[in-house]
């Protein structure tokens, strides 16, 4: 069902999924990633932009809203990659979200690209956030103690687009971060490449409606 709903970029959105680099010691693993397709400049449907085509340059752009039920910090997760193919049907850009802003994934000497032509992301341990350098990550002050200290501290989140959909009150903060204090861990910064199952793709739409239903289930099992 997903597979023919993407088409007929199904086998394109494979090829071009990111490869993603995640700490050894990391707890949880991507549920599901909602894709877009963009053949023109248009807004995101899951983040605060517009993605911008350039007809010269871009056949396409990939957007792959990767989803969690968890980041250590708060329940609910959702991070994306951008990725731009070129009417050669080689990569020409990719971005990749960091903490509600977004930073160049493409390397300028393409070092981050595969012989197959995909590029590969660092997944901050335990909060996600992408990058083409794993060294970013250890600008971050917190990059530890938000995994061991912090784990938990922010509960629930429930972003705008899901305002009213599965958050009750504070005590599903008190929940979560109980819950989440239960996972905390010293990342290892030895990094992993993490194997995408085909089902895993699933337009955008699909995901949207999943999400508050994962939530309100994940939320009515810690009670």
């Not at 329940?75 to 977004?102: K, P, Q």
């Not at 990550?137 to 009213?164: I, S, Y």
């Not at 109980?178 to 861990?185: E, G, N, S, V």
Request: aromatic residues 12%; negative net charge; contains cysteine.
């Amino acid at each position: 069902m997903s597979q023919s709903k993407l088409s007929p970029h199904w086998d394109t959105v494979q090829r071009f999924a990111p490869i993603l680099y995640m700490d050894r010691l990391e707890p949880f693993k991507p549920i599901r990633v909602g894709v877009t397709v963009f053949e023109s400049t248009a807004p995101s449907p899951s983040f605060d932009r517009t993605i911008e085509i350039d007809p010269q340059r871009v056949r396409l752009a990939i957007e792959y809203a990767i989803y969690w039920d968890y980041d250590i910090q708060h329940l609910y997760e959702l991070e994306h990659v951008w990725i731009y193919v070129g009417h050669d049907g080689r990569i020409t850009g990719c971005e990749g979200s960091f903490h509600g802003r977004y930073l160049v994934g493409l390397l300028r000497d393409r070092s981050n690209v595969t012989d197959d032509g995909r590029v590969k992301l660092y997944s901050q341990p335990g909060k996600h956030a992408m990058s083409p350098l794993e060294e970013v990550f250890r600008l971050l002050p917190n990059v530890e103690t938000c995994c061991m200290e912090e784990a938990g501290k922010d509960g629930l989140l429930e972003p705008d687009m899901f305002r009213g959909e599965f958050k009750r009150g504070k005590r599903d903060d008190e929940l979560s971060e109980r819950h989440l204090r239960t996972f905390a861990f010293r990342p290892s910064f030895d990094y992993v490449p993490h194997e995408w199952t085909p089902d895993v793709f699933v337009p955008w739409s699909e995901l949207r409606r999943e999400i508050p239903e994962r939530m309100q289930a994940l939320l009515a099992s810690l009670e």
